[in-house]
């Protein structure tokens, strides 16, 4: 028992030393907050058609305070769907529809992988440790991963793919926001899959 604990430990230690990307996630954060992002913002119906498509030098998007729900005491009840975006120093409210924005950098490799998957994989493992090594490389150096993304009822919309893939929760419902190769993916009101690439291989 005391062997396994002494691995764990090493695999941490190696993992922390080899790169943060919570850490450069906040930093992305808070250059957001301060100067915006260069990104790509486009809204999609339930068939995974373009609403609409926007693109800035200066965006930063959060929850709208204004719309979630607070307990007496001032305690978030339930966090805001409402997303609040400045463009340039102009404001654009959304809520309701997918929503997915990226930094300029990254690609939209949809059509190399808009195709069904079948994965099938027998390999044993010991699921706690896996689980473990697979969560401390997530919140340090990451890992190769393609995320498949889908309208609210199910139809394929973009994908991405990287090396270094991280995702973390957001102030916003229903939002998850990642760092694919070091460049932000937002990704709001939608279904995915974030599949290690290997698995698919």
Same mark, same amino acid.
């Given at each position: 028992m005391k062997r396994y604990k002494y691995l764990i430990v090493l695999v941490a230690i190696s993992l922390l030393l080899s790169g943060c990307n919570? !850490?450069?996630y906040d930093f992305g954060k808070m250059q957001e907050a301060l100067q915006g992002r260069e990104v790509v913002v486009q809204t999609y119906d339930e068939d995974s058609q373009i609403i609409d498509k926007v693109e800035g030098e200066s965006v930063s998007i959060n929850a709208d305070s204004n719309f979630k729900i607070t307990d007496s005491e001032g305690s978030t009840v339930e966090k805001s769907?409402?997303?609040n975006m400045t463009v340039g120093g102009n404001e654009v409210l959304h809520v309701g529809s997918s929503l997915? !924005?990226?930094?300029k950098e990254l690609e939209n490799v949809f059509e190399d992988y808009a195709r069904k998957v079948d994965v099938e994989n027998f390999d044993r493992s010991v699921p706690f440790v896996n689980r473990m090594v697979n969560d401390m490389k997530n919140m340090t150096t990451g890992k190769s991963k393609i995320i498949l993304i889908r309208s609210q009822s199910g139809q394929?919309?973009?994908?991405?793919?990287?090396d270094d893939v991280s995702y973390f929760s957001t102030d916003i419902d229903k939002s998850t926001g990642l760092l694919v190769d070091g460049h932000y993916l937002f990704i709001y009101r939608c279904d995915y899959t974030i599949y290690d690439t290997a698995l698919l291989e």
């Amino acid at each position: 028992m005391k062997r396994y604990k002494y691995l764990i430990v090493l695999v941490a230690i190696s993992l922390l030393l080899s790169g943060c990307n919570l !850490l450069e996630y906040d930093f992305g954060k808070m250059q957001e907050a301060l100067q915006g992002r260069e990104v790509v913002v486009q809204t999609y119906d339930e068939d995974s058609q373009i609403i609409d498509k926007v693109e800035g030098e200066s965006v930063s998007i959060n929850a709208d305070s204004n719309f979630k729900i607070t307990d007496s005491e001032g305690s978030t009840v339930e966090k805001s769907s409402v997303l609040n975006m400045t463009v340039g120093g102009n404001e654009v409210l959304h809520v309701g529809s997918s929503l997915i !924005l990226h930094q300029k950098e990254l690609e939209n490799v949809f059509e190399d992988y808009a195709r069904k998957v079948d994965v099938e994989n027998f390999d044993r493992s010991v699921p706690f440790v896996n689980r473990m090594v697979n969560d401390m490389k997530n919140m340090t150096t990451g890992k190769s991963k393609i995320i498949l993304i889908r309208s609210q009822s199910g139809q394929p919309l973009a994908t991405f793919a990287g090396d270094d893939v991280s995702y973390f929760s957001t102030d916003i419902d229903k939002s998850t926001g990642l760092l694919v190769d070091g460049h932000y993916l937002f990704i709001y009101r939608c279904d995915y899959t974030i599949y290690d690439t290997a698995l698919l291989e």
